[in-house]
């Protein structure tokens, strides 16, 4: 696992050598937390503090929602003076979240996507969120509310509202995991996870005995985005029908003939496509002599015999392969 708790790692992966890390964001964007994050920010001109905002999008992302009187703070040097030279005109400040130079009661949001994740790498994780949840508590005003998305399952995380010197009330929900639907190769999405968690935290502490009892009434709150049961299963069964259907590439050494057949049947697919009908007939009279003779040779015995000098010659070893689709 990478060095996650470790500074230096962080800001060696920003500078990139110099070149600038491309900016990246962890787990989603704006564009699937909108429909989740929106009703639960009243007050567009509220103080919303971006806790360990990284080159993640999502930060200019609120600006253009109109979330404009917003702090980004990060303890890299390195990635807040790139995010200065990006965004001049918003406000980008180095501060480590353990130790915030906010006043007590100062914010009315903050906002955490995956922090919690970085300080449970920490050799000492449980302890060091928890010290994260005090200190995010800390600056949130009386009735002040904490939006976060973790890689952790929702009994890992509403556990710290109860945070030694927190007073937190929090409602979790599971949100879509949308980067199984983009290109992730089929063998990978069995590692991938179904979903994220967000959680939202209400601050008690310093609230009138009337107002906690409001704050108290509104949760569970109604999160918009958040998974059912039944859509979770649906998510399951789709994983397992994509992770089960053949993979798209073979060793050439394992390649049988109809296997080469196929793949050249496939692309002559891919070329109808891309070709105008008159430079394809050209290209089926062509690649067609060729399947002929594909045919009539005992392919098989050829491909046998080119198992055995491709074993001899790479000793058994897949580096360096070549590989054909084959469907």
């Known amino acids: 696992m990478p060095a996650y708790g470790i500074k230096k790692y962080w800001d060696d992966r920003y500078d990139a050598d110099g070149m600038g890390d491309e900016p990246f964001d962890w787990i989603c964007g704006w564009k699937q937390l909108s ?25 200019s992302d609120f600006w253009d ?20 030279d990006r965004f001049p005109h918003m406000e980008w400040v180095v501060m480590d979240a353990l130790n915030m130079t906010f006043e007590d009661g100062e914010l009315d949001y903050v906002f955490d996507k995956s922090l919690i994740d970085t300080m449970m790498c920490y050799e000492d994780g449980v302890e060091t969120t928890e010290k994260l949840f005090l200190e995010m508590h800390r600056v949130l005003k009386p009735g002040g509310r904490l939006l976060q998305v973790s890689l952790h399952k929702e009994d890992e995380v509403d556990v710290f509202a109860a945070s030694p010197g927190c007073s937190f009330i929090v409602t979790t929900c599971k949100l879509k995991n ?33 107002d906690r009892d409001w704050v108290f009434s509104q949760h569970p709150l109604k999160l918009n985005g958040a998974l059912s049961n039944q859509e979770l299963a649906a998510m399951k069964v789709m994983i397992i029908e994509e992770c089960s259907k053949s993979p798209r590439t073979r060793l050439w050494r394992d390649c049988t003939a109809s296997n080469l057949v ?5 692309v002559l697919e891919d070329w109808a496509k891309q070709f105008q009908p008159t430079e394809m007939s050209k290209l089926e009279e062509e690649v067609g002599q060729g399947l002929q003779a594909i045919r009539k040779l005992d392919l098989a015995k ?14 058994g070893d897949d580096e360096g392969e070549e590989f054909v689709q084959v469907d």
């Open 178 to 210: 949308m980067k199984l639907y983009d290109d992730t190769p089929k063998q990978d999405l069995q590692n991938m996870a179904l979903f994220h968690t967000f959680a939202c935290f209400d601050k008690l502490d310093g609230l009138s005995e009337k």
């Open 262 to 266: 196929d793949c050249f049947d496939a």
């Open 65 to 84: 929602a109109g979330y404009k009187n917003q702090i980004n703070v990060d303890y890299s040097e390195v990635v807040i003076k790139q995010q200065k």
């Open 35 to 59: 429909e989740t994050v929106a009703p639960l920010i009243d007050d567009k001109n509220a103080r919303i503090l971006m806790m360990g905002c990284g080159n993640a999008p999502l930060s």
């Open 302 to 315: 050829g491909l046998e015999g080119f198992e055995e000098d491709q074993e001899e010659g790479s000793g």
